[in-house]
């Protein structure tokens, strides 16, 4: 049956792959003109030389839609190489089988239909094999790209540990600073407390409001609670 060529604009979004659809077309492109070749070798009905027109326009909207140029330099050449073998096996059988087959069933019905078969057959089995050239050096191609793609990742991964662990550190750093700056003038103000000496001299080196008001709250309870006790003593007195 014959197998219709689908159309890349509309397959893009689903595959993904504009280059890897370009070129599976090409081989339905050209299997449906090698199906209406058969047809027409075997009735003589231009009806079947349909299938052909129309895989050959696809053949020629597909050459011109493959575009390598945006792949990375060291994937081209390859695919370069492939992609004109592949399309030098696609113009030998249009020569060599294609287009004189269908000039000689024209002039002549009593042609050599089984031998013209099987002419096409080898040749076609030729294009077969530098299309799958090609189609091996577009997946070896799309797997660099994936293996390049996977390398960038772990490098950006990478980067971005090394800063989180630097910013942890530094976090770190940054939280046992602020501790020190606290705990430090607290226990400052706790010794002083128990030799009676509160003054927010002793923590305004800190810097921290809340020690300081801390302090002066401290301050002003030992001198309101200092001159309690000088009172009473002099009523004593």
Not at 4 to 20: F, K, N, Q, Y
Not at 141 to 163: P, Q
Request: hydrophobic content about 45%; glycine content about 8%; charged content about 30%.
């Amino acid at each position: 049956p014959l197998v219709p060529a689908r159309d890349i604009d509309a397959e893009r979004e689903d595959r993904g792959d504009e280059l890897t659809l370009s070129v599976d077309n090409l081989m339905t492109a050209m299997l449906n003109q090698e199906v209406g070749l058969r047809g027409y070798l075997a009735t003589g009905n231009l009806s079947f030389l349909e299938p052909y027109q129309s895989g050959r326009r696809d053949e020629l909207r597909l050459r011109g839609a493959i575009d390598i140029g945006k792949l990375a330099r060291e994937d081209r050449d390859e695919l370069q190489n492939a992609l004109a073998l592949e399309e030098r096996a696609a113009q030998r059988w249009h020569a060599e089988v294609a287009d004189r087959q269908i000039a000689a069933r024209r002039a002549d019905s009593a042609v050599d239909v089984a031998g013209f078969l099987d002419e096409g057959k080898d040749r076609f089995d030729a294009y077969r094999a530098a299309h799958g050239t090609l189609r091996h050096a577009v997946e070896r191609a799309a797997i660099s790209a994936a293996r390049r793609h996977h390398a960038e990742l772990t490098r950006a991964n990478l980067w971005a540990c090394v800063m989180l662990a630097m910013l942890v550190a530094l976090g770190g750093f940054g939280v046992r600073a602020l501790i020190r700056r606290t705990i430090r003038p607290l226990e400052a103000l706790s010794n002083a407390a128990e030799r009676g000496e509160v003054s927010v001299d002793v923590v305004r080196g800190s810097g921290l409001r809340e020690v300081l008001v801390l302090a002066e709250t401290l301050e002003r309870l030992f001198r309101d609670r200092k001159s309690v006790v000088q009172g009473k003593s002099v009523d004593l007195g």
